[in-house]
Each structure stands twice: as C-alpha cells, then as structure tokens.
C-alpha cells in the first residue's frame, strides 16, 4: 500500500507543477468522459425505427441502426450488397492467415492479392456478366467506397511514388526534371481541387464520344497526388542508404534496376515505414472530398441521411459514428506498420 | 606479357580540383601491384576508374581488350571480370551473408539458386567463415565482413581483383586474418590491385610499388628496387613514416 502511494507521489505529484497538472488533467477528465458515457450508452437510444423512439436525451443510435447499410455500401442494392462482402471478407480472411503462411506461399497470396483480386473484386462489384445484375459506379457509396478508392489509390501510388522518386535522383536529365515537375505540380494543388478537375473538367477535354468512369478518373486523380507525396518520403529514404551500398552493388555488376531493386530499396523503404504508413492514413482520411464530384463515401452518406425530413437533428450520432470507423481503420494501419517494423528489425 | 589493364594519359577532375594527372598505369596478367601514397593523392579515384565507379573525363582506359567509354555492355561486361572490395566493406545489411554471395550470381549471372549457393560455400569456406553463412553482415566481426565481402567479390569469378584499403577500417588484431586471405588469393594467381599501406603486404607478394601524390604517380618500380631505392623525395619521406 505504502508502495502505490509512493509510486504515485512519484509519479504524478513530483512536484508543484505536476501536482497542478494531475490536477486540473483530472478534472478535465471528470468533466468530460462521464456525461460522454451517459449520451453514448446510458442514456442513448438502441431500439426502435425512427427518431419518435429516441426521447431519452441520449444519443439516438437508432439512426445509424436504419441507414447502416446506406453507410456501409451507399446505394448499392440491398440484395446485392453480398457481391461486396464476399470479397472484402476474402481479403480480410488472407490478410490473416498471411501471417501464418511460410514465404513461398506468402508470395504467391501477395501476387495474388495485388494483381487479381482487385481485377476480379471490380468485376464481381460491377457485375452484368453471369447473370449478375449490372451495378453502376454512381450507386455505389458508403465504407465501400472509401475502401475502394483508398485501396485502389494505395496501390497504385505506392509504385508510382517509388518511379518518381528515384527519377528525381536520376542523372537522366529529362527523368529527373519530369519527376521533380510532376511532383511539385502535385504537391503545390489543394486535392479538393484535383478531384474537381477530375470530376468536372476532364470530361470536356476528353474527344466527344469517349467517356471514362467517374470512379476511375477520381481514383487516378488521388493516386497521382498521393504519388507526389509517396515520391518525398521514399526520396528521404534513398538518401539515407550510403554510397557505399551504390558502390558495392555496382561493383558486382548489378545494373541500375537490379541494384534497386534487391540493394537499394529494400534498404531505404524499411527506413521510411513511418513515412509511408503516414501517407497511408493520410490518403485514407482525404477519401470525403470525392463528395465534390457526387461521390458519397461513408461521411458523404451521413450528411446525406442527416439532411432526410425525418431524420433531422442526427449529425453529432452520425458524426461520431463515422469519427469511429475512421478512426478503427486508421489505428488498424498505424499498429500494422509498428508491426512491420518491429519484425524487420529483428530479421537483422 | 600482355596488360590486362592499361591506363594512357588518364585525367579526372571533380569539378574544378584536377584528381589524376596524366596518369600511365599498366598491370599485366596475374600481377599484383600495390598502390600507396598520401591520404587524398587520388588512389581511390585511381582503382575506381578500373571497373567505372569513376568516370574518367581525358585518356583512355583498356581492361581485358574493352575500352572503358559510354558504352553500356564494356561497362557490365568489364565489371563482371573485375571484382572490388571496399574499406568500409559495403556488405548489403539486409541479407545474410551466403545471400550477399549469391545475389549476383543469380541475378547477374543467371545461375540457379543451387549453384551459386555452392559455389558461395566453397569460397566462404576459403575465407574461412562458412560457419557464419547464414548470418547477416551485422552480427559478424569486422574481419569477419571483410573476408565475407572477399567471398563475395570471388563468386563472380573474377580476373582481377581491387582492393581500396581493405584493413583500413579493421582493429590492429583483426588485419591479419584479412591479410592471411588476400595472400593466399595472391599465391593462387589472382591479377591483383592493392591500395594498402600495409608494407609488410606489399614486400611479401607485390610484384610492382606504385607511388602516388597530389594525382600522380611519382615513382613505379619493381618491389624490391622500390623499398631499396626509391629515388623521389616524397617517396623517401612516405616510407621513412610509414616503415
Ligand atoms: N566525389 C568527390 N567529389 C569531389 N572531390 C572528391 C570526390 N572524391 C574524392 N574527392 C577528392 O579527390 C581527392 C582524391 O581522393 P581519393 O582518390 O579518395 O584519395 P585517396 O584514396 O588517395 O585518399 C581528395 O582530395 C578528395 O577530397
Ligand atoms: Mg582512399
């Protein structure tokens, strides 16, 4: 007993600031959480059908019980949400048995991941072939579509932000001014303005007759800025690896690529974990402006069902609804790159 | 004897600082030459010129019949013949050491996974560190890594072998064994370029002291005729400190 109390004399009253600290942290604490509580579970609302039943003065969860499929899959069709799940529960399922796998295995489910599932998961979003019913672009929404932009973007501008980073080094004259141009263009435009561009004026300057998916030109738009960031991050980490590493891999005759590939980067994108878990998230989390094209990912169909007649007055349960998942999946990243990086670090 | 490597009239500047002087330099099959001389009198840029590290920016460099110019193929071709190990080692930190020894093999060579381990044992073997093959650069001791960035250099199979200050970076108790090696790499007739001050090393298995400053070579001469008479002044004076 003497020991906690010396522990927390120690600790938390050292002296008069902190002693002031503990304090005012304390109250702050007691002010804030326990009425938190009250409103999120005490004295909120969890059954029922519309707002009518929420009259405890709590939150009123009942909202995001009704519109939950609205803002998992947007205003794909209910019967079909299936052709959603199937493949974010297989992606889920081998993301953990990844784990368990041994390397060889663990290759070909990476290969397999990355080239066709995506194609294949589009495909069966889509549908219009087998019998399935066609869905279009504009229909789907919610978690859904967050996850598709994010995932689409991630993979394809974590390769394009490695080319542009080592074009950037590259003593190719026009590699290297091209990828300095391309990445300070990027990184010098606000991305609500990217995706307008995308949205509403590339159309036009496409020739009368084609037409490509709004989605995809979003999703390219995102991946392109994200790119130009991706491209900043992997560059800190080329510099960090020493010449030497050039000289060495160069010395037994390794060509540029090779010695990239199997020397360099591995070296330099294991420094910069951090960074790149960082864009990650920071991709993730810029999904909700695609609303400015008419896109509704999970935020953008929580405004839209807070502005329904008999729905009016939900924004702060729907807000924190959102905070939440956003804040479930961003969290799941960050502790997946610690990971990561604490098993790189132990293999050597 | 035919010249395996041959320098005529090289120059090198780094911007404005003129490193190699009109630099003539020749070194025949199986010869093994030693390259010393103050520290930034240009002996490293010299044997980094060999296998293209350096560009060289007047003159003309021949390795194995190949000139050394913008051409793409000399330049793997001649760095796949010559091998080179470094002061600081430049072991690849991220893979074990009889994966260090095989990556080119597979990659550059073309040779399968089973081969290039082999052949990465028998030469880990010869630097006596095949016990330490699964480990990676970081765990070994300093003499250790060299020896391993040897192997490294040998599974290529190359003609000629530059070493830039190879004990340099290494504790005093550490030299030997790294010397020991390249000695016995000597004996089995391996074209050699050392850049050392170890003279002990050069006075045992040099065929030829090569002395450089401020970007020249001041004085060439057999072994024995460079240690019993060396005529230039700064010669004199390097050896009287270094001896
Ligand atoms: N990449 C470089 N850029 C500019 N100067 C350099 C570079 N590398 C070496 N030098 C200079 O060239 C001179 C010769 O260097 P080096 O060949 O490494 O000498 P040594 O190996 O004999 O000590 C030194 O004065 C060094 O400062
Ligand atoms: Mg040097």
């Known amino acids: 007993m003497n020991k906690t109390l010396n522990y927390i004399r120690e600790k938390f009253f050292s002296s008069p600031i902190d002693a002031f600290l503990t304090i005012s942290i304390s109250y702050l604490i007691y002010l804030t959480i326990p009425p938190l509580l009250d409103w999120m579970f005490i004295s909120a609302t969890f059954s029922g059908e519309s707002k009518k039943e929420c009259v405890s003065g709590g939150a009123c969860w009942v909202f995001v019980k009704i519109w939950f499929n609205r803002f998992l899959y947007g205003m794909y069709p ?31 489910l990476f290969l397999f991941l990355i080239i066709p599932f995506p194609i294949l998961s589009l495909m069966l979003f889509s549908g219009g072939f087998l019998g399935l019913m066609p869905v279009e672009t504009r229909e789907w929404g919610g978690l859904f ?10 993979i394809f ?6 080319l542009l980073a080592m074009g950037r080094r590259s003593n190719l004259p026009v590699v290297r001014y091209f990828s300095v141009g391309f990445i300070e263009f990027w990184r010098g ?160 | 004897m035919e010249n395996i490597i041959q320098l005529k009239q090289v120059n090198k500047w780094y911007g404005d600082f003129h490193v190699l ?99 990465a044992m028998d030469y880990l073997k010869k630097v006596q560190i095949d016990d330490q093959a699964a480990k990676f650069p970081g765990q070994l001791s300093g003499g250790q890594q060299q020896r391993a960035a040897i192997a490294r250099a040998l599974c290529m199979e190359p003609k000629i072998m530059l070493f830039d200050e190879p004990t340099s970076a290494l504790d005093p108790e550490m030299i030997k064994e790294v010397l020991d090696v390249m000695v016995d790499l000597a004996k089995g007739g391996m074209t050699m370029c050392v850049v050392t001050h170890e003279m002990g090393f050069a006075k045992e298995v040099a065929d030829r002291v090569v002395f450089m400053d401020e970007g020249n070579i001041v004085e060439a001469k057999k072994t024995k005729d460079f240690f019993d008479n060396p005529e230039n002044e700064r010669t004199k004076l390097f050896l009287s400190q270094i001896l």
């Not at chain 1, 079909?80 to 295995?105: A, C």
């Not at chain 1, 810029?286 to 069902?305: H, Q, S, W, Y």
């Not at chain 2, 630099?23 to 293209?52: A, D, H, M, Q, W």
């Not at chain 2, 193929?73 to 430049?90: D, H, Y």
Request: charge should be positive; aromatic fraction near 10%.
């Open chain 2, 21 to 119: 002087k009109d630099i003539n330099f020749e070194v025949s099959e199986k010869e093994k030459v030693v390259i010393c001389g103050p520290s930034g009198s240009g002996k490293s840029t010299l044997i980094r010129c060999i296998n293209r590290l350096e560009e060289h920016q007047k003159g003309e460099i021949i390795v194995d019949g190949m000139t050394l110019d913008e051409n793409t193929k000399n330049i793997s071709a001649i760095r796949s013949e010559v091998g080179m190990v470094f002061q600081q080692f430049n072991l690849f930190p991220h893979l074990s050491i009889l994966e260090n020894c095989t990556l080119a093999q597979i990659w550059v060579k073309k040779k399968t996974k089973k081969e290039s381990e082999a052949l």
């Open chain 1, 145 to 154: 579509l967050t996850l598709v932009i994010s995932i689409f973007a991630i």
């Open chain 1, 157 to 162: 501008c974590f390769p394009l932000g490695v």
């Open chain 1, 189 to 348: 435009v606000p991305l609500i303005t990217v995706l307008f561009m995308a949205g509403v004026m590339f159309p036009l300057l496409l020739p009368a007759g084609t037409n490509m998916d709004k989605l995809v030109r979003v999703i390219i738009a995102i991946t392109l800025f994200e790119a130009a960031y991706m491209a900043e991050v992997v560059r800190g980490g080329l510099q960090a690896v020493g010449r030497g590493q050039y000289d060495a891999s160069k010395a037994i005759g390794m060509g540029y690529w090779k010695s990239h590939i199997f020397i360099i980067l591995p070296q330099a994108l294991k420094l910069v974990i951090p960074g790149i878990a960082n864009t990650f998230i920071a991709l993730f989390k810029d999904t909700p402006l695609v609303f400015v094209v008419g896109l509704l990912e999970i935020l953008g169909m929580v405004n839209l069902a807070k502005t329904n007649p008999a729905w009016l007055g939900m924004a702060t349960e729907g807000y924190v609804f959102v905070a939440l998942v956003y804040w479930i999946f961003c969290f799941a990243m960050s502790r997946y790159s610690l990971s990561i990086e604490e098993k790189l670090k132990t293999t050597n």
């Open chain 1, 78 to 108: 209910n019967d079909e949400v299936w052709r959603v799940n199937l493949p974010f529960g297989i992606l889920v399922v081998s993301i953990i048995v990844y784990r368990f796998l041994n390397e060889k295995y663990k290759k070909y």
